[in-house]
């Protein structure tokens, strides 16, 4: 006897699992409360279950998808890591001596764009919730740009620690704006290959900003290099930020160059998440929620961690390099190595991801550590005369990106009701603050070049981080467990919820993971 469902008028008040209503496909349309509703309708009364999704037609949704975004992304990124790398290679070009920094400033340098990351990240978060993702990230792009050239007119300390602060701001969206449009228009099971294919060009960042550094090490003009370095950085961002204005979709119902009936699949094809899209008005209850589920703090520790090597190489990487016996232009030149190093890594990583059993993110993430755990001991502990030995170490020190890549997926995939995934991808980033901070202070500059504390930091981040995907994989386990428990409870009661009218009515309603009882923890 079919049971009856009933209607899911307003949020759930019960927790961790338990739904008071549920309502079939003919009334969704009447409430979905978010933006575009009637096509979200439309698009569930079309497609009401995967099985009436054609899968050749959506094979071909996906690849014309990946050709209108993943580049869009993927070049933003590129332009995201040159930018945050432009002080390392100015570095090198002799910034130090003409703005007379001493002592721990240039470490100060490196901080303070944190500083601005910080402070404005949970903010500008909010602010995306409220606005067209597409829009808000080009402007702030647009903004990156401009105080990057504004840069290369400092005349001091505290004038270049103002300007990277504020860049810092302008720059805090760029990692939850990529994650919340990669959610918004692939599935879970997508999502760790496609955020894989924008990170991958952080390594073509750090080939392509030893191309950008050699070439501008060879210009004889009016200006110290490094001043041109800023220029021709933030110049090229600027430019980029119309393109992304023009191109980027702000959303699946409105994604020009695709028919209605391919933004209707869009739609269908992501009821699968259980996370919802599209959903503008803060709801304060999810701010809350998120703010005290533990899983949020794990995510913080996670960002934390990952950035501790980060902090440290992307500002010292080049240091770190000429400090080895190379000049300054063939520094440079072996930064390109080491970025497409990092894109092998990735790229490996998100294959292995793909063609192991489902649910094995965190095993994935934790076999590509070791790689850089073995790293970061054989730079310490091999003689100081190992020249390419310890390029090597160095080199292998780059696996730890594909852990952090595909562990990003878990924060996409494992957080449900948009502002709950706003505030959590927020935090992960603010950990990363935190980490970005404090990394440059292990690099201490009486003990350049082998920098041996921080490469020490690397390595003690590195073993904590091993340790925390297996944290991770017994804690979305357990969650699990309690979602069928309550599932089993409602069935006997007759509510089934997980129905195809179940999994309809819960789809694009605004839930959080502890609200929704269809919501199954990938790990």
Not at 131 to 149: K, T
Not at 213 to 219: E, K, R
Not at 386 to 405: K, N, P
């Amino acid at each position: 006897m079919a049971e009856e469902i009933p209607d899911l008028k307003e949020p759930p008040e019960a927790i961790d699992g338990n739904v008071e209503h549920v309502e079939s496909n003919v009334h969704i349309a009447r409430k979905i409360n978010q933006r575009h509703a009637d096509m979200y309708a439309e698009a569930l009364l079309q497609y009401p279950d995967d099985h009436s999704i054609d899968r050749e037609a959506e094979k071909k949704l996906k690849r014309k998808l990946d050709r209108r975004i993943l580049p869009l992304l993927g070049i933003c990124y590129f332009f995201y890591y040159v930018d945050k790398t432009t002080l390392s290679y100015a570095a090198i070009f002799g910034i130090q001596s003409d703005l007379h920094l001493k002592g721990a400033e240039y470490s100060w340098l490196s901080s303070a764009f944190y500083f601005g990351w910080l402070f404005w990240s949970i903010p500008s978060n909010l602010i995306m919730q409220r606005c067209p993702p597409a829009y808000y990230l080009a402007f702030n792009i647009f903004m990156w740009g401009a105080l990057l050239m504004a840069q290369a007119a400092a005349k001091d300390f505290a004038a270049l620690t103002v300007l990277r602060i504020l860049s810092g701001a302008f720059e805090a969206i760029a990692d939850p704006a990529f994650m919340l449009i990669t959610s918004m228009y692939y599935t879970r099971e997508e999502q760790p290959s496609r955020i894989s294919a924008w990170y991958a060009w952080n390594g073509v960042g750090i080939a392509g900003g030893g191309l950008i550094g050699y070439g501008i090490g060879q210009i004889e003009g009016a200006l110290r290099s490094w001043r041109y370095e800023f220029i021709v950085v933030g110049a090229l961002c600027t430019f980029w930020s119309i393109v992304l204005l023009l191109l980027l979709p702000n959303s699946p119902t409105t994604f020009w160059g695709f028919s209605k009936q391919e933004r209707l699949l869009m739609i269908a094809r992501v009821r699968r998440n259980q996370t919802g899209v599209e959903h503008q008005k803060i709801k304060w209850g999810q701010v809350k929620e998120a703010y005290l589920d533990y899983k949020t703090w794990l995510f913080v520790l996670f960002g934390f961690l990952g950035a501790i090597p980060n902090g440290g190489i992307s500002n010292f990487s080049t240091l770190v390099i000429q400090g080895l016996g190379f000049d300054t232009l063939h520094t440079a030149l072996l930064g390109i190595p080491q970025g497409v190093l990092i894109v092998i890594w990735i790229a490996l990583g998100a294959v292995v991801n793909k063609y192991m059993p489902p649910d094995n993110r965190t095993t994935v993430s934790a076999l590509f550590m070791l790689p850089t755990i073995a790293g970061g001991l054989g730079f310490l502990l091999a003689p100081p005369d190992a020249y390419v030995g310890r390029l090597i170490c160095f080199y292998l020190t780059g696996s730890y990106q594909a852990s952090f890549v595909i562990s990003l997926s878990l924060v996409t995939s494992n957080t449900g009701g948009q502002s709950k995934k706003m505030i959590v991808s927020g935090m992960v980033w603010f950990g990363s603050c935190v980490g970005n901070i404090a990394a440059p202070f292990f690099y201490k500059s009486e003990q350049a070049p082998s920098y041996h504390l921080g490469i020490g930091s690397l390595l003690v981040a590195n073993v904590a981080e091993f340790l925390l995907f297996f944290v991770f994989r017994y804690a979305f386990k357990w969650e699990n467990r309690r979602k069928e428990k309550a599932r089993a409870a409602l069935r006997e009661t007759g509510v089934i919820t997980d129905s195809t009218e179940g999994l309809n009515a819960t789809a694009f309603q605004n839930l959080t993971d502890k609200e929704n009882p269809n919501f199954v923890y990938v790990y």
